[in-house]
C-alpha cells in the first residue's frame, strides 16, 4: 500500500476518499497527526499530515521517527513524500516540479536514526548511495510528464533546519554545492524510511525561488501562498496517476 506524507500547504487532497482515522502511538512518541485512511483513484492510501492537521509543527519539530515508524506499522510499503521547495536551479522556476535523486544533509539535532545504544537493530551503517527508491520515481516522472507538467526529472535536494529561509550566501554556497533544490524536510525522512526499508521518493514543488535567486530581492510569503493554490488543484491528477501506475506495476487493477 502506498502512504502519501502531504506537505506545507499540500496537507490535504480533496480527491481522497477518507474511510478512518487512526491515532497511532509508536515506541517514539506521536506521530505528526493520526493517519488517514482512504481511497484514491480506488486505491487505498495511507495520509499523514507531516505538519500536523492544523499545521502547526516546524520542520524542526516534526517527530520524523514516529511519522515513519507509524507508516511502517500500518504495513505501508511505499512512501510518497510531498514537499514544497525553493527552487536554486534556473529549471525550477516557481510552480515547476522535480523528483530529486540526491539529497545533501544541512539540519542538525534531528532524531536521525533508529539505531540508538541498547536497541536490537544492528544497522549502525547503512549504504545510502541511492536515498530515493528507483521504482517510486519512475512513476512519478511518468506521471509528471502525462500531465504535461515542468518537471526536473533529477536533482539534489539540499535539506536546511529551517524554520527561517536561507539567505542568499547560504543559497549561494548551496549552489556550488551542487544543490538544486532546497526545503527543510528531506531529512531525516528519506534516511529513516531507508533504515525501515521503505520505498521512498520525494515529489518535489517549487513554491518559490530560493533567495537571491530569480532577480528578486526578497522571498514574498503571499507569492508562496499564490503558487500553493495553484499546485494543490494540479497535484490530485499527478498523485492518482502515481497510483494507477504502481496498481499496474503490482500487477493489480485499480479500475
Ligand atoms: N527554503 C527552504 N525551504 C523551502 C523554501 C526555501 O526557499 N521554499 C519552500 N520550502
Redesign the pocket.
Known sequence: MLSIIGGSGLGRFPDLVIERREVVRTPYGAPSAALIFGRLAEAPVVFLARHGLAHTIPPHRINYRANLWALREAEVEQVLAIA???GIHADLAPGHFAVPDQLIDYTWGREMTYAEYGSESTVAHLDFSHPYCPTLRAHCLAALEAAGEHFMARGTYGV?Q?PR??TPAEIERMARDGVDM???TGMPEAYLAHELGLCYATLAAS??W??GRGGLDE?RMEAIAEIQVGLVARMPAVLTDIIRRLGENNGLSQA
Open positions: 514544497t521547495v525553493g536546511t529551517g529561509l536561507e532546497v526545503g527543510m513554491v518559490n530560493a533567495a522571498i
